[in-house]
């Protein structure tokens, strides 16, 4: 991976990359999602606990992104909505 390819926090030191991951900016939050569905979970008007909401944490090369579980839907759900999986 190119250093390029990373996208970056303005307030904090997260990177990720993937044009649909989704970073909240929210003070005292900064975390990563695998996608806009998973982000709209975390933050129905402000922001949830991503583990409170069903979801996930996922490893990733470069770094932890929050994502679907098979519980709230399944992988195919956040894939269908067009979330990294
Ligand atoms: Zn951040
Ligand atoms: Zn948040």
Wanted: net charge negative; with cysteine.
């Amino acid at each position: 991976m190119r250093l390029s390819e990373l996208i970056a926090c303005g307030g904090c030191t997260e990177v990720w990359t993937g044009s649909s991951a989704a970073h909240c900016a929210a003070a005292d939050c900064h975390r990563t999602f695998s996608g806009p569905s998973a982000f709209d979970l975390h933050q129905p008007g402000e922001c949830r606990h991503p583990a409170d909401v069903g979801l996930v944490p996922r490893e990733r090369s470069w770094g932890t992104a929050w994502g679907w579980s098979d519980r709230n839907g399944g992988i195919l759900a956040g894939r269908l909505a067009g979330d990294l999986t």
